[in-house]
């Protein structure tokens, strides 16, 4: 927070393109309008302040007619801002970007029968957006890691076309209590206790698992 972003945006599609990102204050030409976007092998500079205060943004394409395609086949991620409130948390909690404090995209796509990405829209989806039949997190099947009994923060973005999810943490098929920390606009006033949360298209969830009480060899599932 409080400093200037500089980013080139290099188009090596072979369609138009511009980049938007979420949730920031950024003036008219760094919000990606499509009026400014970007033709394909031309390139775009970005130079805006961050006022924002800590948070879990994101950024996806706003090409006109062209957004909800490029952010299904790939084109979306995290934009994290961080403030003094923020690093105090991660003090607070011994919280390490990528270890503990792990950023989870959530996506489904279709592949066809040779795993390949399939976005192939009909009419009525082109309107109400495509729903894929498998589930990708960080663009990957199944995903998994081994976690330690300690606590552990998930930054959570629907980076879904259409789906809304019901999220909740279970072991053994049995509900685990987690708290929600933040949203789309940062930390809240206090941490939620919840057994199950919604999250919608575009929507950013921050939340603590403490799994202190877990055993080792436990498994623990996130579902929808």
């Known amino acids: 927070s409080g ?6 945006l290099q188009n090596a599609l072979d369609e138009n393109t511009i980049i938007h990102w979420h949730g920031l204050k950024v ?20 130079e805006f302040p961050v006022p924002n ?15 909800s395609k490029q952010a299904y086949l790939g084109l979306a991620s995290f934009f994290i801002v961080e403030d003094d409130e923020e690093l105090a948390l991660q003090k607070a909690l011994d919280l390490k970007l990528g270890v503990t404090d792990i950023p989870l995209v959530i996506q489904d796509k279709k592949f066809d029968e040779q ?3 399939l976005y192939t829209p009909n009419e009525a989806e082109e309107v109400n957006g495509y729903l894929g039949d498998t589930v990708l997190v960080n663009l990957t099947p199944r995903p998994s890691f081994n976690a330690a009994t300690r606590l552990y923060r998930f930054r959570i973005l629907n980076g879904s076309n259409a789906r809304a ?17 933040g949203t789309d606009g940062g930390l809240l006033d206090r941490p ?9 298209l575009g929507e950013r969830l921050d939340v603590r698992l403490d799994l202190r009480g877990a055993a080792v060899g436990d498994a623990v599932m996130l579902q929808s």
């Not at 008219?28 to 970005?46: Q, R």
């Not at 999220?167 to 987690?178: C, H, N, S």
């Not at 939620?192 to 919608?200: A, D, G, H, L, N």
């Open 3 to 8: 400093t200037t972003v500089r980013a080139k």
């Open 27 to 46: 003036d008219a030409k760094n919000d990606a309008h499509p009026i400014y976007e970007v033709a394909a092998g031309a390139a775009y500079d970005y």
């Open 53 to 67: 205060r800590a948070g879990t943004y994101w950024y996806h394409p706003h090409p006109h007619k062209l957004t």
């Open 115 to 117: 795993g390949r990405l």
């Open 165 to 181: 999810y019901r999220l909740a943490f279970t072991q053994g098929g049995r509900p685990l209590e987690y708290v929600v920390i």
């Open 192 to 200: 939620y206790p919840v057994k199950e949360t919604f999250v919608s």
